[in-house]
């Protein structure tokens, strides 16, 4: 069988070959997991968020107008899932703070610890993991899904600069998270 493409794929997929569909998520699950991980900071969000973001595509694959790659079409659905998901949590939170007295608090603003691996891959995701969503995003779709600039101001919807420039502070954030946390030789 040769290995097809994803515009073969969505062409078989619109001509009734629903269970095709499967092939993409294969493709494409765990890179986007792995972004929606690194900007939701939770594993379950992230699944939660990952079945809308390929029900959501698939739904939506006859508006796909094969301008730019599926991956950057899908990878554009997964991050304004994430950005609506993560908004939905902090007004959420804004509602419970106000809804509370601040002596009986049943809130725990404590932050769970994490076990730092010696593995490389594993204390670099943990340092992506400390940085703001944004730059989080940014960092995993350059270097980790090696897309372009180009490509990520489809999906972030900004301009090519502002993604540079957004690059360019994630960078200086991370170097900032690894030196604090003094992983510099884990990471070496």
């Given at each position: 069988m040769k290995h097809l493409s994803d515009i073969e794929i969505i062409d078989s997929v619109l001509q009734g070959n629903a269970n095709d569909y499967s092939l993409l998520i294969s493709r494409y699950k765990h890179k986007a997991f792995s972004l929606l991980k690194r900007m939701l900071k939770n594993e379950m969000d992230a699944e939660e968020v990952l079945q809308d973001c390929f029900v959501k595509s698939f739904f939506a694959l006859k508006s796909f107008k094969r301008k730019a790659k599926f991956s950057t079409w899908f990878y554009r659905i997964v991050y304004n899932s994430a950005v609506t998901k993560l908004s939905g949590k902090k007004r959420k939170i804004e509602q419970e703070m106000l809804s509370i007295d601040d002596e009986d608090n049943p809130l725990s603003l404590s932050i769970p610890e994490k076990e730092f691996s010696r593995e490389r891959s594993e204390t670099l995701s943990l340092a992506?993991?400390?940085l703001?969503?944004?730059?989080?995003?940014?960092?995993?779709l350059f270097y980790l899904e090696s897309l372009s600039c180009e490509e990520i101001s489809k999906i972030i919807n900004t301009s090519v600069n502002n993604v540079k420039v957004l690059l360019h502070r994630s960078r200086s954030a991370l170097k900032e998270v690894i030196s604090q946390k003094h992983l510099e030789k884990e990471l070496l």
């Open positions: 992506i993991q400390e703001p969503e944004n730059y989080a995003a940014v960092i995993t």
